[in-house]
């Protein structure tokens, strides 16, 4: 058997019987053969086992379901981004090679065949698909780095602007995610506009420095209470210009593509598809469609979010808003994009905001605590499986207290069963229900724990906390250390675990 391919699974893909044996002959003594004899049995075994299939050889002929439909399938699910396919077929004339190459096949192998040739070439696609795997996870992880960075950076700014305006830091964060889910959805329902995954990217994070001119608007201004007067409005208006003058002088990165969508969001995200807006009056595709995502983007969470002189629309209201043009008018494709996508943006901003509305979503620091039974950790706890792993590694290096755990899914808190402790099962309640929830936290500890979580971010998840609590004339510490789980994509906030522990340290009171 061929060194490294003890587990590799090979799916033949022929409607002749005769010829599936040929090729299970040959490859058998270095593969898991697995077979099918349609292209519609292909595509139903690589639903249920693609993680398992190393390299798919497919016949082009065939009926009802041909090897190219096969193709177009495998290339519409993901497949052939890591699943091979080498074509193997009578059909060798050059418009039907030069079609299985441009529909993604990887070889091409001509019926009647040398055996050693087949199984070497199946051998040396599968070398350089792994080969090429290996090389794409470190360039992912050169672009993750670059990714984290650029987090790193909106995280700063959204502080900054939120030190500096009523508006809340989380209203850049929310502007980064709604328009990177407005520009994923256009490419999905018009060809008008063109993207690559990095525009993407870049776009969303240069949304992030939309309203960076209003560093510039003097405090008055921008944090009044009430209407604007008319001179106010005025002098309002010009932080697009000054944003984009902040960007444009920064000449040694005035190649940089990043810069370039930043400086025109900066200076366009206030006009209008009609012509109505300012500083210049641009309509229509005048305007870059990047600065028009998120100008929708901008208005839709300002909508939403409460101001220091408005309280918050519902988001059924604001939607109305736009759509009736009662805040300007829009690019139609991206209004369309924004009512289709409501929902899945709503989701993605209540995850991000989760942690800023901790105080009304989880108050959860435990009263009498001491030792904690690890083995109660209920199944529940275990909701996100990507984050099992980080969990266990949590609670191992915490192994002194109670274990605690809230999702923000169901909205649930759970303190773990301890018998020592006279907790029989799992508690679980509502951290929403203050009457639920004075029964079991210690309320003094209750606004530190807040604190700390702010603080929490994906780049540095674990927070911890020391509070006191008199016991027998001593004021004895615990110890609170939590850990924020994040989904994949670090854009949400979904779980945190936690454990309390006595210090053993008391001081007369």
């Not at 670059?146 to 989380?170: C, F, P, Q, W």
């Not at 510490?477 to 053993?504: F, H």
Request: one cysteine or more; hydrophobic letters at 40%; proline letters at 3%.
């Amino acid at each position: 058997m061929a060194e490294g391919n003890a587990l590799k699974r090979v799916l033949l893909v022929d409607d002749v019987e005769l010829n599936r044996f040929i090729l299970r002959g040959i490859l058998c003594a270095d593969f898991e053969v697995v077979e099918a004899e349609s292209g519609k049995a292909a595509l139903d075994i690589l639903k249920r086992e693609n993680s398992d299939i190393a390299i798919v050889l497919l016949d082009i002929v065939m009926p009802e379901m041909d090897g190219f439909a096969v193709l177009t399938a495998m290339q519409k699910h993901g497949y052939l981004n890591y699943i091979p396919v080498i074509i193997i077929s009578t059909e060798s004339t050059a418009q039907y090679v030069d079609k299985a190459y441009e529909m993604g096949a990887t070889d091409f192998i001509n019926k009647p065949y040398n055996p050693n040739v087949v199984l070497h070439r199946v051998l040396n696609t599968i070398k350089l698909f792994n080969r090429q795997h290996t090389l794409m996870e470190i360039v992912t992880e050169q672009v993750y780095e670059k990714h984290r960075y650029a987090d790193m950076m909106i995280n700063i700014l959204s502080t900054v602007m939120e030190m500096k305006n009523g508006e809340s830091g989380l209203h850049i964060l929310h502007i980064n995610t709604i328009t990177r889910i407005l520009t994923e959805n256009l490419l999905q329902i018009t060809d008008r506009y063109t993207f690559s995954k990095s525009d993407i990217q870049l776009i969303s994070v240069a949304s992030s420095l939309h309203d960076i001119g209003k560093i510039a608007i003097p405090d008055e201004i921008i944090n009044k209470p009430g209407k604007l007067t008319a001179e106010e409005y005025e002098i309002m208006k010009t932080h697009s210009e000054k944003g984009a003058k902040m960007l444009e002088s920064l000449t040694e990165y005035k190649d940089e593509r990043l810069i370039k969508f930043a400086y025109e969001i900066c200076l366009y995200h206030h006009e209008r598809y009609d012509g109505k807006g300012y500083p210049v009056g641009l309509a229509g595709d005048e305007i870059p469609v990047w600065a028009q995502i998120v100008s929708v983007a901008d208005v839709f969470d300002a909508l939403i979010s409460e101001r220091v002189y408005k309280a918050a629309y519902t988001p059924e209201k604001a939607l109305e808003m736009i759509v009736n043009g009662e805040c300007g008018m829009f690019n139609p494709l991206i209004v369309q994009c924004l009512t289709s996508s409501k929902n899945q943006i709503l989701a993605a901003l209540s995850h991000m905001s989760a942690s800023e509305k901790w105080e009304e979503k989880a108050k959860y620091v435990a009263n009498d605590v001491e030792k904690y039974n690890i083995n109660a950790f209920s199944n529940k706890s275990l909701e996100f499986s990507s984050s099992n792993i980080a969990k266990l590694k949590f609670i191992t290096a915490h192994s002194d207290g109670i274990i605690f755990d809230y999702s923000f899914a169901d909205g649930e808190m759970v303190l773990h069963a301890n018998p020592e402790l006279g907790i029989k099962s799992d508690v679980v309640f509502d951290p929403l229900d203050r009457e639920q929830a004075s029964k079991h936290f210690y309320m003094p500890a209750y606004d530190k724990a807040i604190e700390c979580l702010h603080k929490a971010t994906p780049l540095k998840p674990e927070v911890s906390f020391e509070y006191p609590r008199a016991e027998d004339d001593k004021l004895i510490m615990y110890k609170v250390d939590m850990l924020c789980i994040y989904s994949e994509d670090r854009a949400k906030l979904i779980n945190v675990t936690g454990k309390i522990n006595k210090t053993e340290r008391g001081v007369k009171s």
